[in-house]
């Protein structure tokens, strides 16, 4: 192991019980977290949050950035465009989504996923300002 010991990051309470949806929209993400990756190679950020979708209409998605999701409560049904194919997701599914994967999701109830993506905050997660724990932390990666 080379160089200094890097503390973790540990922001507490990070749920996603109070994620309002935006005045007349069925879905929304909630980023918690993002950094600049330190990979030597191919440096990138990391970000990661919630998906809360509920009925109504589908929502098209194109991919730019790479994502992972891990379904946690309800249901989300993915169809990918360049198959065909719809994926009905549950608890316990995980789905990956490459760059220049097209999909469009829906529910007929309502689902909830943790994300991971590679790309910097979009739509900071509306509870969780000033969350993170500060004892040892360098408070450059709050959001």
Known sequence: MSGPLV??????GAGHEFIPLPQGEN?????????RTQ??????????????IEAGPARPA?????????I????????????GVQHH????????????SKVEFSTKSAGLAFYAVTRPVKTPHPNLKN????EGRNKSSKL
Do not use: C, N, W
């Open 7 to 12: 503390p973790l990051t540990v922001i507490k």
């Open 27 to 35: 879905a929304t993400v909630a980023d918690f977290h993002t950094m």
């Open 39 to 52: 990979t030597k190679d191919t440096p990138s950020y990391f970000t990661s949050g919630f998906y809360k």
């Open 62 to 70: 194109y991919y730019t950035f790479e994502e992972t999701k891990y």
């Open 72 to 83: 946690l409560k309800g249901q989300i049904d993915v169809l990918d465009v360049a198959t």
């Open 89 to 100: 997701l549950v608890p316990g599914d995980f789905a990956f989504f490459h760059v220049g």
């Open 131 to 134: 969350r993170e724990e500060e």
